[in-house]
């Protein structure tokens, strides 16, 4: 299988949907301008205290509802997500929300980065507070530097949106589509949907875009599987996103906050973006 083919295969499979043009961002989607401890309606730069301890992370493929074969996945569903087991993760701070196209403007300004493919193209005013997306895992790196964080572990990105008692969203463990951005339309604004919250006040950790995090595809601890996509080859990405209710891909499964999505370094995505952390 040729690596096109094959990077081809994991944008419809990981991602839900063809990667779709920057150009199909939603209209604005339901605002909330403040919530406790927010920032009253900015979203620049806030970051939570995540405290130390422990959580259940990963799954315990037993509990879970059986996928149907439509779901045409290439691996068996929640392989990669075992073994459920408690771990201990140090206090972080983390992002409240999504890192925005202002924010990222910045960044480029003051480095010189080179811009994301759409951008003499699109009115930087008019999705300032959008997520920027189409942009690589070591794009998400750079910045993170330039801003004197780090992208998050997948123990602290999974522990932010399901807190400590082990729930299979950010807001509970039933699913429900108007809880997050998973519209057909495209892109939210971030923190639109007051209702996509973690138990720590992280926003839009269930939809509107998944997230680069800093590891690589491996096993977790314990995990048996022989799965020949392990290894230093992909970074990890979290979180579901928006179009999500495409056909037979029922996105309750991508929307878990234990779901683990994988791509190249160097790939790009229209559903995919990222938020920072920070070590105390």
């Known amino acids: 299988m040729s690596r096109k083919f094959f990077r081809s295969i994991l ?17 604005e989607g339901r605002g909330r301008e403040s919530a406790p401890g927010s920032a009253k309606g900015n979203p620049e730069g806030e970051m939570l205290f995540i405290p130390a301890g ?32 408690k771990v201990y993760v140090a206090a972080f ?23 994301p493919y759409y951008w003499e193209n699109l009115d930087l005013s008019a999705y300032a507070n959008y997520p920027i997306t189409n942009i ?15 992208l998050p572990m997948e123990a602290e990105w999974e522990k932010a949106a399901r807190g400590t008692d082990a729930r299979r969203f950010p807001w509970g463990n039933e699913y429900d589509e108007r809880k997050g951005n998973f519209s057909q339309e495209g892109l939210s604004p971030v923190g639109s ?18 997230e680069w995090t800093a590891e690589w595809y491996l096993p977790y601890p314990g995990n048996t599987a022989a799965n020949e996509l392990f290894g230093r080859k992909f970074r990890v990405f979290r979180g579901g996103a928006w179009g999500g209710g495409t056909g037979h891909y029922n996105l309750s499964y991508f929307a878990r906050s234990a779901y683990r999505g994988f791509a190249e370094p160097e790939a790009i995505f229209a559903e995919v973006g990222f938020r920072c952390a920070k070590s105390p």
């Open 193 to 210: 949907f007051p209702r996509d919250i973690s138990p720590y006040g992280v926003y839009d950790m269930g939809g509107n875009v998944a």
């Open 11 to 27: 944008l419809v499979i990981f991602l839900f949907l063809p990667a779709l043009a920057w150009f199909s961002l939603s209209r």
């Open 54 to 85: 422990e959580f259940l992370m990963g799954t315990d493929k037993a509990r879970e509802k059986p996928l149907p074969a439509a779901y045409g996945l290439p691996r068996p569903p929640y392989e990669d997500e075992e073994p459920l087991r």
């Open 93 to 115: 701070y983390l992002d409240r929300f999504e890192v925005t196209v202002s924010r990222y403007r910045r960044f480029l300004e003051s480095t010189g980065h080179p811009p």
């Open 136 to 150: 690589s895992w070591n794009d998400a790196s750079a910045y993170a530097r330039w801003a004197g964080k780090r």
